[in-house]
C-alpha cells in the first residue's frame, strides 16, 4: 500500500513538473526571437486578431520595438520584475498598443510561449508565442 501511494505522488511531481518550465528565465526567453500576440482577452472581450501581423522584438537594453506591415516601428519598454513573477510592458500612448501596458504576472514561461493575466483581473491574460 505504501509503496502504490509514493508510487503515485512521485508520478504527480513528474507530470506537473512537466507541464511548464518554470526554471525558464523570461529575459533570456523574449530576447531570443520575435514574438506575437498569440492570445488577448480583457474580460469577456477576446481580441487575439486585432494583433494580427504585429511582431515584437524584446531587447536586452530593455527596449521592445513592435513591426507590422506598412506601419512604422512603434517603440515601447519592457522589465522583469520579483524574479520571473512579474513583466512591465509600456508603450506609451500608441493606440492599440496601449492595451498592452500593464504590470502583468507571469503564469508560465515555456521556450516558445509566456502566459500572462492582469494583477487583481485574471480574466484578462495575454500569451506571447514566439514566431
Not at 57 to 82: C, K, M, S, Y
Not at 92 to 113: A, H, I
Request: aromatic share 12%; net charge negative.
Amino acid at each position: 500500500m505504501k509503496k502504490g501511494v509514493l508510487f503515485l505522488a512521485l508520478l504527480m511531481v513528474f507530470s506537473f513538473g512537466g507541464c511548464t518550465n518554470d526554471d525558464e528565465d523570461i529575459e533570456d526567453v523574449l530576447t531570443q526571437g520575435t514574438w506575437k500576440v498569440g492570445y488577448i482577452n480583457e474580460g469577456n472581450d477576446e481580441d487575439t486578431s486585432l494583433f494580427y501581423g504585429y511582431v515584437f522584438t524584446f531587447l536586452p537594453d530593455g527596449t521592445v520595438t513592435v513591426d507590422r506591415p506598412n506601419i512604422a516601428q512603434a517603440p515601447g519598454t519592457w522589465n522583469e520584475h520579483d524574479d520571473n513573477t512579474r513583466l512591465e510592458l509600456d508603450f506609451g500612448q500608441s493606440g492599440l498598443l496601449e492595451r498592452l501596458n500593464e504590470d502583468w504576472f507571469v503564469d508560465y514561461v515555456e521556450d516558445t510561449e509566456v502566459g500572462l493575466h492582469e494583477a487583481g483581473k485574471p480574466y484578462n491574460q495575454l500569451r506571447l508565442d514566439q514566431r
